[in-house]
T-cell receptor
């Protein structure tokens, strides 16, 4: 059971380059999230999705884009990379049971991105 | 808007001692509350959650937390620390009707032999 899979695990970008962080889950979860983690700052929500075709901004969406064409995949696109986007990125997924959504998240192992 | 504050970015205890990690929340409506643990170079794992049932919640690895509405707190405890408990711990809050979790800044727990 793979759970939430993120690729790549590590990446170094030059300023101005673009890239996509991939996230796939095999648990048929309808909710998916992208967070970034910076030392001493906790996790900040970038974007999230409550189902295929539906996405919404989180706390820190600037410089990022997402799409959700399938239930399984939720890629995060970085356009024109900047040093401020150096961070560890986590994808997470979750599920609702009927009308009750408890919000328990299942996390991938993270993607460490450095922008030089 | 809801938020959480974790008191103490670093906590150090001796093996066998009580672990107490503090979390206070701010929410205009009754929240759901979570504690997650992160081991080095890994993603976060759920330790326990409060979703308006019993106020004392038991989680994995001997951890528990008590929801205290009067104190707006959800502190995490473990009676006896083990070396394997060394990790970073995050408190998180969610509105019962919402779909977004807000995380605290984290507390790094060190366990000394």
């Amino acid at each position: 059971n793979a759970g939430v899979t993120q690729t790549p695990k590590f990446r170094i970008l030059k300023i101005g380059q673009s890239m996509t962080l991939q996230c796939t889950q095999d648990m048929n979860h309808n909710y998916m999230y992208w967070y970034r983690q910076d030392p001493g700052m906790g996790l900040k929500l970038i974007y999230y999705s409550v189902g295929a075709g539906i996405t919404d901004k989180g706390e820190v969406p600037n410089g990022y884009n997402v799409s959700r064409s399938t239930t399984e995949d939720f890629p995060l696109r970085l356009e024109l990379a900047a040093p401020s986007q150096t961070s560890v990125y986590f994808c997470a997924s979750s599920y609702s049971m009927g009308t009750r959504y408890t919000g328990e998240l299942f996390f991938g192992e993270g993607s460490r991105l450095t922008v030089l | 808007a809801q938020s959480v504050t974790q008191l103490g970015s670093h906590v150090s205890v001796s093996e066998g001692a009580l672990v107490l990690l503090r979390c206070n929340y701010s929410s205009s409506v009754p929240p759901y509350l979570f504690w997650y643990v992160q081991y080095p170079n890994q993603g976060l794992q759920l330790l326990l959650k409060y979703t308006s049932a019993a106020t004392l919640v038991k989680g994995i690895n001997g951890f528990e937390a008590e929801f205290k509405k009067s104190e707006t707190s959800f502190h995490l405890t473990k009676p006896s620390a083990h070396m394997s408990d060394a990790a970073e711990y995050f408190c998180a809050v969610k509105r019962a009707s919402g779909s977004r979790l807000t995380f605290g800044e984290g507390t790094q727990l060190t366990v000394n032999p």
